[in-house]
C-alpha cells in the first residue's frame, strides 16, 4: 500500500514539475540569449549618446545613470517577452475580458493557470523596483500609487500592441497580474532603495 502511494505521490510531483517546465520554456520560446545581449549593447549606446548630450553638462551621478540603464534594459526585456519573440500576425486578434487564474480548473489546467499567473506577477515586481525610486520624494504612499499606476499603463500598453499586431491576446487576468506584480516591486523599492544609499 506505502509503494502504491510512494509511487502515486512521485507520479504527481514529476507531473507538476513538467507541468511548470513546459509553461517556462513556452513563455520564452523565441526569446535569445544573442538577440537580448544586442538590445543590451543598443540601449548602451543609445544611453551613452544621451550622457554626451544631456547628462554629462549636468553632472548626473553614476548611480542614477545605471539606474536609467537598468530601467532601459528591463523596458526592453519585457518587450522580448511580451512582444517581440512572437511574428507579427502569429496570433488571431483576441480578448479576454474575464479574470482568470486558475480557479474553479483541476488537472493540468489548474497548475498551467496558477504558474501563468505567478509568472505575469514576478515579470512586473523590478519594473516596479526600478521605478519606484523615481518618485521617492512624492513620499512612500504616493510613490507606491504613482508606480503602480505606471505598471497599469505599461501592462494596458502592452496588451493594446499585442492585440493590435497580433502578436497576442489582449487579456485582462494579464494586466491585473502585472499591475500587482508592479504593486509589489513599488512596496520593494523603498527598503531596497535605502540599502543600496547607505
Known sequence: MHLIRDVY????????????????FRQLDGVTIRGQLLMLIGEALLLCAAWFLFFKKKNTPIRRIIHYYLLMAYAGFILSVTILRRPLGSREKMMNLYIDIGLGRTGYWLWWCLFITFLNVILFI?????????????????????????????????ECIQYKTGTGFFELTDLMTNTIGTFIGAVLALPINRLFRK
Not at 514529476?14 to 507541468?19: A, I, M, S, V
Request: glycine residues 10%; without cysteine.
Open 9 to 24: 505521490t512521485r507520479n504527481r510531483i514529476y507531473y507538476y514539475l513538467y507541468t511548470i517546465k513546459s509553461v517556462f
Open 126 to 158: 523590478p519594473w516596479g523596483i526600478l521605478i519606484g525610486p523615481l518618485f521617492r520624494k512624492k513620499g512612500y504612499l504616493k510613490g507606491i500609487f504613482i508606480t503602480t499606476a505606471i505598471g497599469f499603463f505599461t501592462s494596458l500598453m502592452v
